[in-house]
């Protein structure tokens, strides 16, 4: 089988790798889309050690497969079904959740075990809609750890995918308004096109621009955002920056983007406005769930957010794209 072998910081290989035997508690998968992720553009530019991609590493960890083969002992799965492999779990090693195989051609699932190395995914998703189950999940599940209620209002720095799966289940499980701030207007106007609001904080003012959009609330020092919810899915210091400056009372902070130097705040004002600052990482098998859920629905046209699908041969091409928020979102490799 074909795979793509990372090396470090510019230098992939494409290597002809053999495939394991299945056993009799295995599965071998094939891949019909893999997504490219945040970490495998870090990887790619900078290098992978703070992502867990190590250099002889197989990567690429967001796809959705067929099963080619099942081994006697396993349950509930047969060769032609369509599903998700859990990175977390489905080769046995949680160590390797960035590098399970996403970017070679068959993958072997050891132990496997369904609803736990696995997900049968519906036959009413779409194969490419399918491929992006990882970072909803991921977005997912900082948007349920954010408690959000009916009637009220979220505000998420990060278009990317993993924010706008923030904004799409903070919408689902009941927000009213949400509003996406991002620096790309390319994103923007995908945001737009499925329904949320939207501020590009290089060309409006983020204050303004939100309480237009979602009314007044108050903190501390007076009128301000009426956002209950703020989601940090860019990494970025200006999301806590923007939090502290217009969070009002009671309001939830939550970071699934991945910052690489410490933050300070002032403890004063996160206590008389009784604010909740908390780290959302990973997903969980409750958000594979959830992710599917929105899938079935058809609530949202998730296509929209895939922008570029390349061919197996042009994983590099791929990449160098996905990294330009200018011009991509959800890059896809299709086998």
Same mark, same amino acid.
């Given at each position: 089988?074909?795979?793509?072998i990372?090396?470090?910081?510019?230098?992939?290989?494409?290597?002809?790798?053999?495939l394991?035997?299945?056993g009799?508690n295995?599965?071998?998968?094939?891949?019909? /889309?893999?997504?490219?992720?945040g970490?495998?553009?870090?990887a790619?530019?900078?290098?992978?050690?703070?992502?867990?991609?190590?250099?002889?590493s197989?990567?690429?960890?967001e796809?959705?497969?067929?099963?080619?083969?099942?081994?006697?002992?396993?349950?509930?799965?047969?060769k032609?079904?369509?599903?998700?492999?859990y990175?977390l779990?489905c080769?046995?090693?949680t160590?390797?959740?960035s590098?399970?195989g996403g970017?070679?051609e068959y993958?072997?699932?050891?132990?496997?075990?369904?609803?736990h190395?696995?997900?049968?995914?519906?036959?009413?998703?779409?194969d490419?809609?399918?491929?992006?189950?990882e970072?909803f999940?991921?977005g997912?599940r900082?948007?349920?750890?954010?408690n959000?209620?009916?009637?009220?209002?979220?505000?998420?720095f990060?278009?990317?995918?993993?924010?706008m799966a923030?904004?799409?289940?903070l919408?689902?499980?009941?927000?009213?308004?949400v509003m996406?701030v991002?620096?790309?207007?390319?994103?923007?106007?995908?945001a737009?096109?499925?329904?949320?609001?939207?501020?590009s904080?290089?060309?409006?003012?983020?204050?303004e621009?939100?309480?237009?959009?979602?009314?007044?609330?108050?903190?501390i020092?007076?009128?301000?955002?009426?956002a209950?919810?703020?989601?940090d899915a860019?990494?970025?210091?200006?999301?806590l920056?923007?939090?502290c400056?217009?969070?009002?009372?009671?309001a939830?902070?939550?970071i699934?983007?991945?910052?690489?130097?410490?933050l300070?705040i002032d403890?004063?004002?996160l206590t /008389?406005?009784?604010?909740?600052?908390?780290?959302?990482?990973? /997903?969980?098998?409750e958000?594979?769930?959830?992710?599917?859920?929105?899938m079935?629905?058809?609530?949202f046209d998730?296509?929209?957010?895939?922008t570029?699908?390349y061919?197996?041969?042009?994983?590099?091409?791929?990449?160098e794209?996905?990294?330009v928020?200018?011009?991509?979102?959800?890059?896809?490799?299709? /086998?």
């Open positions: 089988m074909k795979g793509f990372y090396n470090g910081p510019k230098n992939i290989e494409p290597r002809e790798l053999e394991p035997a299945c009799d295995d599965i071998i998968i094939r891949n019909l /889309y893999a997504g490219i992720c970490s495998d553009i870090t790619w530019k900078q290098g992978g050690e703070s992502m867990r991609i190590y250099p002889g197989e990567f690429g960890h796809m959705v497969s067929v099963v080619t083969e099942a081994g006697k002992n396993v349950e509930g799965i047969q032609g079904d369509r599903v998700y492999p990175p779990f080769k046995g090693d160590s390797r959740s590098t399970v970017f070679s993958v072997h699932i050891p132990d496997c075990r369904l609803n190395s696995v997900y049968k995914v519906d036959d009413c998703i779409l490419k809609v399918a491929a992006m189950l970072p999940t991921v997912g900082a948007a349920v750890l954010s959000p209620q009916p009637g009220q209002n979220a505000i998420v990060g278009a990317g995918v993993i924010g923030a904004a799409i289940t919408k689902h499980l009941g927000c009213d308004r996406l991002n620096r790309s207007t390319y994103r923007l106007e995908i737009r096109e499925l329904g949320f609001d939207t501020c904080p290089v060309r409006q003012d983020l204050k621009t939100a309480m237009a959009a979602l009314g007044t609330g108050y903190g020092m007076g009128p301000t955002i009426n209950d919810i703020y989601v860019t990494g970025s210091d200006d999301a920056a923007a939090f400056r217009y969070g009002k009372l009671n939830i902070f939550t699934v983007g991945l910052h690489h130097h410490p300070s403890p004063l004002p /008389y406005s009784s604010w909740r600052i908390q780290g959302s990482g990973g /997903y969980t098998p958000s594979v769930q959830t992710a599917l859920e929105i079935r629905s058809g609530a998730l296509e929209k957010l895939i570029q699908e061919s197996h041969e042009q994983l590099e091409e791929a990449i794209k996905a990294a928020s200018s011009e991509s979102l959800k890059v896809l490799i299709k /086998y």
